[in-house]
């Protein structure tokens, strides 16, 4: 189908950031009135209960050379002062710096309700802008064409960036609150120098403390450009060109030290003695714990497969009793790595008690909660035309950047080399966060038709035709009840009925229970019965269910997976009936608490929509074969497809139920007949445009799922849909032989007399 894509201007319009910062925020509740330790309201309280940023509409920094005197002087003199060494006015200017360097510095610089107002920027900030230098934009180099813009950089202290001040305020709010913080960045955000100079200024301030920086692999911090790489060459430079000297008593990059010995080779008593550990958690979950530090740094997250593990381990090291000691950051961009276990996390704050924010970010998400998220436009050095993204004062125009970062992507479409490329580039330079958790791999399932279906189904209201509910039965037969009328009789919200599971993957407020989604009901056709006799029901083979069940480890019974759900889902098989269409018809996705209720639900769908033989279950997991078999409804299984994989059997020579697939040769080639089957092309629209199979499936989970799926993470809904693919494909084998019949019996017609002809 046609994509109807939203100009720039309505996205603009639309954008759900620029909605935030332009609303009147008078009916917040302010942080610092309900407890928070925030001692320049900067923070508000939304009606999710998620945190907000105190941007008010208007607001405007000025002159912020103010907050840059050191080093605007050493970029004059190359020092910092003129005072000798170790005299009383070099002593003094040493103390104030590190004051300023740990508590911050104010002055009149935000301009608001045209009133020029103090601000004050956080001690790590004013760190940062004054004793920190790294390679970036050179303003006075840039210029910009019809077709390009360009530049170059140079080694430089930072500019005062506006979505910088509200980084630095952020990382200090939650550290004066006891929260961790998990962060969804963007490329080109200067964030590693930001980490960095904030490890390196903990260290050089504070004696005898100890900062860890983790990553999955080591070289994401020990490298040339790494985290650890970036800190210690700020510490070289207190070292080097600054009044707050400390010695360096260990160069090893993996455990850097601070201090001096004495004459005698033996550290000082006096030494500093603060510390750098640079570990790697692969394999490892426990590498952070056991060393009493006081900042823990997580580089890039999304590389990270065990963050859980390491999280149960290293959250309450970082506590003692109720007090929280230590502080944890850790942020990620889209990579090659498994995304979805950053993305649980990201949308689950309160689980590690990391920070919570209200989520301004994702269209129609201000229900809910997530970590910090800092968009790809948001204080963006960049220039169209006349305009630009960022004034000298460091204030983004936010609609400046959304305009460079449009026309950017459609210059990356034009020329990327494959649509995974282009979305990839999405994810690292993304503008929402549900952007950013899209498949950073080589996805089998995407292309720009499904992401076109992906955003019709989430914009386009017309696609919201379902009903939520439960299935019962009483005396043989099943009823469907939606959730308004188990409500009406008296139901229970959360334990007699569910509310469907928005979040892909689960966000952390959802019920794992989940309930049945139905788009449509069972067909009610005149049709024969195996004894001859006209009926009107819904004939058997006319619906498939596939089903994938939750992991169970046969040893002890438990699930192997806690982010593993039952996905189970209802379609509609071509046939004489339906004019030979099909569609996914129900679904239910969800984890009871009792692995058999899973079961049941599988079993009174296939009661529901009369699924006799056509049943398709997983049975490398689970015990469905095994209750199906106690309730005596083996009828409604689906045998083990072996003709798919050996063409050399003839008919149904397999009596076992179920699907075995496993996680081999026979997974790959599912998920091959899977993408082959949803690109089919079923049809045309009033366009002319193709129609594919995907199209006919109106679950926008799924379709999401779809979008998402990488080889690393856990995707029940596609898992379920390979059982589909088999059943797709047997049906094709199965007509192939029809049709070959066929054609044998009209090639070869019995042409002797009459007479002499078999009785029939």
């Known amino acids: 189908m046609a994509r109807s894509e939203i100009s720039i201007e309505e996205f603009i319009r639309t954008y759900p950031f620029l909605e935030y910062i332009n609303e009147d925020k008078s009916h917040y509740k302010h942080a610092k009135d309900e407890g928070f330790d925030d001692p320049d309201d900067l923070f508000l309280i939304g009606d999710s209960g998620g945190f907000l940023l105190n941007i008010q509409p208007g607001d405007k920094f000025v002159n912020t050379y103010l907050f840059t005197e050191m080093a605007d002087f050493y970029r004059k003199y190359k020092k910092y002062t003129n005072y000798k060494e170790d005299s009383i006015p070099h002593r003094q200017l040493r103390k104030r710096e590190e004051y300023r360097r740990l508590n911050g510095f104010t002055a009149p610089c935000l301009l608001r309700n045209g009133v020029v107002q103090n601000v004050r920027i956080t001690g790590h900030h004013y760190n940062f802008l004054n004793y ?242 800092k968009a790809y436009a948001w204080g963006l050095q960049g220039q169209l035309g006349d305009k630009f993204a960022m004034d000298k004062d460091g204030n983004s125009d936010l609609e400046t950047g959304l305009r460079i970062a449009h026309n950017e992507r459609i210059n990356k479409k034009q020329t990327a080399k494959t649509f995974a490329d282009y979305i990839n580039y999405l994810g690292q330079y993304a503008l929402m966060p549900a952007e950013s958790f899209s498949s950073a791999t080589e996805n089998i399932f995407s292309s720009e038709e499904l992401l076109a279906w992906e955003e019709r189904l989430r914009t386009d209201n017309s696609f919201k035709f379902y009903v939520d509910g439960w299935l019962f039965e009483n005396n043989g037969k099943v009823e469907f009840k939606t959730n308004a009328r188990i409500e009406a009789e008296g139901g229970v919200f959360n334990k ?140 409604y299984l689906m045998k083990d497809p072996v003709q798919i994989w050996d063409t050399t059997l ?46 006919t499936i109106y679950d926008y989970q799924t379709i999401l799922e779809l979008k998402k799926w990488n080889s690393l993470g856990n995707f029940d809904r596609v898992s379920q849909m390979i059982i589909r693919a088999l059943q797709w494909k047997l049906e094709d084998i199965e007509a192939a032989k029809a049709l070959a019949h066929r054609k044998k019996v009209l090639e070869n017609p019995d042409t002797r007399n009459i007479l002499m002809r078999d009785w029939f």
């Open 132 to 373: 920190t230098m790294m390679e970036q934009l050179d303003t006075s180099k840039t210029k910009a064409g019809n077709k390009a813009s360009v530049g170059a950089k140079h080694y430089d202290f930072s500019k005062f960036i506006d979505a910088q001040f509200w980084t630095f305020h952020i990382i200090d709010f939650a550290k004066r609150n006891g929260f961790h913080l998990i962060i969804d960045k963007t490329r080109r955000g200067g964030f590693s120098y930001i980490m960095a100079a904030k490890s390196s200024n903990t260290l050089n301030l504070q004696p005898r403390k100890v900062v860890i920086h983790v990553a999955a692999d080591k070289k994401f911090l020990t490298a040339t450009g790494g985290l650890t790489d970036f800190t210690i060459n700020n510490l070289r430079f207190y070292e080097t060109k600054t009044p707050f000297v400390k010695g360096i008593l260990s160069t090893d990059k993996e455990n850097f030290r601070l201090g001096f010995k004495l004459p005698n080779g033996v550290v000082s008593p006096k030494a500093w003695q603060s510390a750098l550990f640079s570990v790697s958690a692969m394999n490892n979950p426990d590498c952070a714990i056991g060393k009493d530090a006081i900042d823990v740094n997580v580089e890039e997250l999304s590389t990270m497969e065990n963050f859980d593990d390491f999280m149960a381990v290293t959250e309450p090291a970082m506590r003692t009793g109720s007090y929280v000691t230590g502080n944890l950051t850790c942020w990620g961009t889209a990579t090659s790595g498994n995304m979805q276990v950053f993305e649980q996390n990201f949308y689950s704050p309160k689980s590690f008690h990391f920070m919570p924010f209200e989520n301004v970010w994702d269209k129609d998400s201000r229900n809910e909660i997530c970590g910090y998220f």
């Open 650 to 695: 003839k008919g149904a020579t397999v009596g076992t139920y179920g699907v075995n697939m496993g996680d081999g040769a026979k997974k790959l080639e599912g998920l091959r007949l899977l993408k082959e089957m949803l690109y089919t092309i079923i049809s045309k629209d009033d366009l002319g445009n193709d129609v594919y199979l995907f199209q």
């Open 496 to 635: 007699d009925y569910w509310d469907w599971i928005e979040g892909v993957p689960r966000k952390g407020h959802e019920h794992p229970h989940g309930c049945i989604r139905k788009w449509f009901n069972p067909m009610k056709v005149p049709y024969h019965d195996k004894q001859g006799q006209l009926i009107t029901g819904t004939p058997p083979g006319m619906y498939s269910i596939s089903y994938d069940p939750v992991g169970v480890n046969k040893e002890n019974k438990l699930i192997t997976n806690k982010h593993s759900h039952n996905s189970i889902n209802v379609w509609m098989n071509p046939c004489q009936y339906n004019g030979f269409k099909t569609a996914l018809v129900c679904a239910y996705y969800g984890r009871p608490e009792k692995l058999e209720e899973a079961d049941k639900v599988c079993l009174l769908l296939a009661k529901y929509y009369n699924c006799i033989g056509t049943t398709g279950v997983e049975i490398n997991r689970g015990e469905t074969v095994s209750n199906f078999t106690k309730w005596k409804a083996l009828k």
